[in-house]
């Protein structure tokens, strides 16, 4: 501090001391004041300048805790839920007891199957589970014939099975062997679809889809299109095989069921 500044302080204060008590008062609660209005202005311009800084500035949450979001819980879905499976504890596991069972058969099936090597040599012959149903608490299993993954029309095999006692018998057996041809076909299922619709002669059966099969006709096995025809207003359908190799028609739906029956022959 400057010797002219200190003496002005010095001056100021003995001044000050010959003022009467209350005007002595006055000016400190002025001085007050002041200093208080000015505190308060500088923290005004600062909390200012922050608000304005934060809101063109991204927050950075990085460093803040994770929390698993929680979920809502539904009461009444799950006193429902609880009453469910009170009710239907005993439904469920006479279900789980009938699917094991029906696994413990199947095995039973194809270990037959394995045992009886039903086709031999032939290796791209196979029998696939078509169906399972009970009677008289016998199981049945029918199986489909598949060469070279295409179906065997009217080559076919049905099970007895009884879990009980381990027996297991043939009910019927239609099975064709020697199954040897190629199966890709040279006609297109466009044109086996036209040939089909010129053999059945009726407009009102319209085509419902196609596949690729082998059939027996004559001693001889053939890959045929298994063509589908439908009619809404007579509310049937009629099946053709059309040659894949050939395109000719090879069957219709009346003598098919009569062919299948000579399959094995």
């Not at 413990?104 to 589970?129: A, R």
């Not at 029309?153 to 041809?181: F, H, M, P, R």
């Not at 076909?185 to 009102?204: F, G, L, V, Y």
């Amino acid at each position: 501090m400057s010797k002219t500044v200190k003496n002005k302080v010095e001056s100021f204060l003995k001044n000050m001391q010959k003022k009467p008590e209350q005007e002595k008062i006055r000016l400190v609660w002025f001085l007050t004041i002041f200093f208080m209005v000015g505190i308060f202005c500088v923290w005004f311009v600062s909390v200012k300048n922050n608000f304005y800084a934060l809101g063109n500035s991204k927050i950075n949450l990085s460093g803040l805790p994770e929390f698993s979001q929680e979920h809502s819980i539904d009461l009444q879905k799950n006193l429902k839920n609880g009453q469910d499976m009170l009710n239907g504890g005993a439904v469920n596991t006479a279900n789980g007891d009938a699917q094991k069972n029906n696994a413990d058969v199947e095995k039973m099936g194809d270990k037959y199957i394995q045992d009886k090597n039903i086709f031999g040599d032939d290796g791209f012959s196979v029998l696939k589970l078509a169906n399972t149903k009970e009677d008289n608490g016998v199981m049945i299993l029918q199986y489909e014939h598949y060469y070279k993954n295409i179906l065997v029309l009217g080559s076919s095999l049905s099970l007895s099975v009884n879990s009980d006692s381990g027996q297991v018998s043939e009910l019927q057996n239609t099975l064709a062997k020697g199954v040897n041809i190629p199966v890709d076909p040279s006609i297109p299922m466009k044109d086996a679809s036209k040939t089909a619709e010129k053999e059945i002669k009726d407009s009102s059966y319209v085509f419902d889809g196609g596949k690729l099969a082998i059939a027996k006709y004559e001693g001889k096995f053939y890959l045929v299109w298994d063509m589908i025809f439908k009619s809404e207003e007579k509310g049937d359908s009629r099946e053709i095989l059309v040659g894949a190799k050939h395109g000719g028609v090879i069957q219709n739906e009346t003598q098919i069921a009569n062919q299948t029956s000579n399959m094995t022959k």
